[in-house]
């Protein structure tokens, strides 16, 4: 996961504020003081690059059902969890209980609920909200054994209809009657913080302080406040428009670290405030480090997440290790993950997601030494990794009991072509993963060699009618369906129906044809811009290669030489750098066509803009369609594969809607026929499921011959050669490539 995106896991009001200790019966008493940390007077020791050094491995998962939480509250149904994070070897969660009346909804009471990691035991308890006053439960800490922390806020509706905060307390309870509060609302106008936005949680250390962070805008964690039990400002601790100040760690004593994100120097700094001299204290600098999480510290150890695994800090000597990885023990990036630290026990993981029907909340016991399979399934990618691969391997472990599935990856500094090699040279001698991820030609390959199994085998008919036709079809290698795509994007050429009214898809010479009547400053655009010419070039050089317009490809003769290419260098010269008015970006006196990646959001949007003008005519092609699927790769199965009932169940899971579902912030979608986006408006819908039908495999790309068209036109486009004379090189070097490839 990139900086970006730690910034909105951990600024999205989760609060993982961990220690360690396990014991969910232990007194809340005072534990004995220990020696002051030596941190405190040195800081954190960082040295080097993390290294891989596994500690951890998944033992088994656990499923948390909230059973008794369905048992104890009728109302279940009906309430909204917040994450609140775990302390002394419990996992906890607030609850709002609403109750049905005659005017809408209405909160009833909160609901505790609080999950033993070491036996499993869950515990409820109903928090009467008449207790809290008015308000609602907007955050919540367990800064020490046996202490709870509920921040309460209430807003009233102005007169302008606005809502204002007319109450925020800080209620400190043992849950037993005993409660204190602080009044932070007025402690924050007493010291002028009146016109900034801030933050619900209910961040406090061991000593009853109050922690607050504000912020205007999207940068709501610019400025941090601490307060007193009094309310009396101890610490103002002001950023700029680059800070961001993060969730903090909590260390066993009860302290908290806050990480301070600069998003202008990309680093993060670690600041203890220390509240006898009321100053900040740098402990340590990551510079352009991939933080995803921090988990929590014991000892000396701090754990924190990246997108690869558990990361342990040695705040000591400085080096950090890759103890646990996600991807090779079944957990996905699209849980939320917290670690539940105990002390003189292994760690224990949380994992939790999804809404609805697709909701699961697993605890993952870890083993500190390798766990051995007697059976299970090797998956591996030869191709760039896909992130629903991954996710499939960690689902199907979870709902598949007693199969195994695993990921492997290049690893102790082999690279991507060395472990490729690796992986072929297993499979051609029996062996090799059970399921490779792989890119399209490897998938030719791999076939040719006979070293493939057939889908169908593993992947019903009631399946296969669910998948768009193109997928079959890009996965299909001389009439054997061998490969399925995790995923897919949808490729496209819009234009006008006042520029191109038939009913046919249109060809290179048409293209040429229509630039050639001088109506138009561009070829193509994306957005605003036209295409330079090396992308005009390129493209038209792309869609001349299929149909034997530049290449006899059954001779193995070049046809560069030809009037036709000389009109693809002549109109790459002639547009491809015009600027264009953004007011008219397609159509007289625009461009062209456009070019685009698609969605459905994009294909209702087009539709709002150009109406019953718009055409999807596709790129240009002599075939049926120039509407194109197109995928990064697809999943096989070896030749040599034990387990057909794990294969099946694998791919079960890959067609699944927790693994399908997409997002309509990218452009990768499901391979599901009507799924997997937000079809909220309907209007389009058929129409878009009609164009998605219609759209087939995209032709095989030649990039090396793509290079040299482009390393010899471009002296013609920069004014050292003809035309004639440019072409003329590009069709010699062109056919020593065809002639070297034979």
């Known amino acids: 996961m990139r900086r970006n995106q730690f910034l909105k896991v951990v600024i999205a009001g989760i609060s993982l504020l961990l220690l360690t200790g396990c014991g ?25 690059d993390v290294v891989e050094e596994q500690e951890l491995w998944t033992l088994e998962y656990t499923k948390w059902n909230h059973e008794e939480l369905v048992d104890k509250v009728p109302a279940y149904n009906w309430t909204a969890a917040s994450e609140v994070g775990a302390y002394d070897g419990q996992i906890y969660r607030i609850y709002d209980d609403y109750d049905m009346t005659t005017d809408g909804w209405s909160r009833r009471n909160y609901i505790l609920e609080r999950y033993n990691a070491s036996d499993g035991n869950t515990d ?14 907007a955050g919540m800490s367990v800064p020490k054994a046996g202490s709870y922390v509920f921040r309460i806020q209430k807003n009233e509706r102005t007169e302008e209809g606005d809502y204002e905060l007319v109450r925020d307390v800080m209620v400190f309870t043992d849950l037993q009657g005993e409660m204190e509060q602080v009044d932070l609302l007025e402690a924050c106008r007493r010291n002028g913080i009146t016109d900034q936005q801030y933050g619900a949680e209910a961040i406090c250390d061991a000593s009853g302080n ?60 670690f600041l203890w405030f220390d509240l006898g001299i009321k100053a900040a204290r740098t402990l340590a600098v990551f510079e352009k480090d991939n933080l995803y999480q921090i988990y929590g510290m014991q000892g000396n150890d701090i754990y924190y997440g990246t997108d690869s695994g558990i990361v342990k800090w040695d705040t000591v000597g400085g080096g950090r290790k890759l103890i646990y990885r996600f991807a090779e023990n079944g957990v996905d990036n699209f849980y939320g993950t917290l670690l539940v630290l105990c002390d ?26 390798p766990v051995e399979q007697s059976e299970g399934i090797r998956i591996t990618s030869l191709n760039e990794d896909s992130l629903r691969v991954k996710n499939t391997v960690g689902l199907a472990t979870r709902r598949n009991p007693g199969l195994y599935f695993s990921y492997e990856a290049p690893s102790g500094g082999e690279t991507r072509d060395e472990f490729r090699t690796r992986m072929i040279a297993e499979m051609v001698a029996g062996g090799g993963p059970d399921i490779l991820y792989v890119p399209l030609d490897d998938m030719e390959i791999l076939q040719n060699k006979g070293l493939l ?42 234009t006008l129906k006042e520029i191109w009214s038939r009913d046919t898809t249109w060809t290179v010479e048409d293209i040429l044809a229509l630039m050639d009547t001088g109506d138009f400053t561009g070829v193509f655009c994306q957005g605003s811009a036209t295409f330079a010419p090396r992308a005009v070039l390129g493209l038209l050089t792309m869609w001349g290669l299929e149909g034997s317009r530049l290449i006899d490809w059954e001779k193995g003769e070049s046809l560069f030489d030809s009037d036709l290419f000389l009109r693809m260098l002549e109109t790459a010269k002639t547009y491809g750098d015009y600027p264009i008015r953004t007011d008219s970006w397609l159509g007289e006196g625009g461009c062209l066509g456009r070019l685009l990646l698609i969605n459905y959001e994009d294909f209702c949007e087009l539709f709002e803009i150009y109406g019953e003008q718009l055409v999807f005519v596709g790129e240009p092609t002599d075939d049926a369609c120039g509407n194109y ?17 794990a294969v099946s ?39 878009y499921e009609q164009f998605l039908e219609s759209c087939v495999p995209r032709p095989k790309s030649h990039e090396d011959i793509e290079s040299i068209v482009w390393e010899d036109a471009s002296s013609y486009i920069e004014g050292n050669k003809s035309a004639e004379e440019a072409a003329k090189i590009v069709d010699n070097r062109v056919q020593l490539y065809l002639d070297e490839s034979k």
């Open 24 to 48: 969910a019966d232990r007194e809340a008493e005072e534990q004995p003081q220990k020696v002051v940390e030596e941190w405190k007077e040195k800081g954190f020791a960082v040295s080097g």
């Open 210 to 269: 109050c922690y607050i962070r504000t912020g205007r805008g999207e940068f709501l964690t610019r400025n941090l406040y601490i307060f007193d039990k009094d309310g009396n400002l101890l610490v103002e601790q002001k950023g700029d428009e680059n800070t961001q100040i993060l969730d903090p760690l909590r260390t066993e004593q009860g302290d908290l670290i806050f990480p301070v994100y600069n998003t202008q120097e990309k680093n993060t700094r």
């Open 344 to 369: 003189g026990q292994l760690p224990s993981l949380r994992i939790y997601g999804g809404v609805e029907d697709e909701a699961e909340d697993w605890f993952i016991t870890m083993s500190g030494t």
């Open 453 to 494: 199994k057939e889908l169908d085998e593993f992947i019903s008919e009631d399946w296969k009618e669910q998948i768009y036709s193109g997928i079959i079809q890009t996965g299909t290698v001389n009439g054997h369906f061998v490969g399925l795509a995790p995923e897919m994007e949808v490729s496209t050429a819009i």
């Open 124 to 137: 409820i308890t109903v928090l009467d909200k008449e207790m809290y006053g008015d308000g609602y439960i």
């Open 629 to 645: 699927l197109q995928a990064d790769g697809v999943l096989v199965v070896n030749e040599n594969v034990s387990d057909a009932k």
């Open 649 to 687: 169940a694998f791919f079960e899971t890959l067609l699944s809607d927790k693994i399908q579902e997409g997002s309509s912030l990218t452009s990768k979608r499901s391979v599901r026929k009507n799924f997997g986006e937000n079809f909220d408006d309907p209007e389009y819908q058929e129409a």
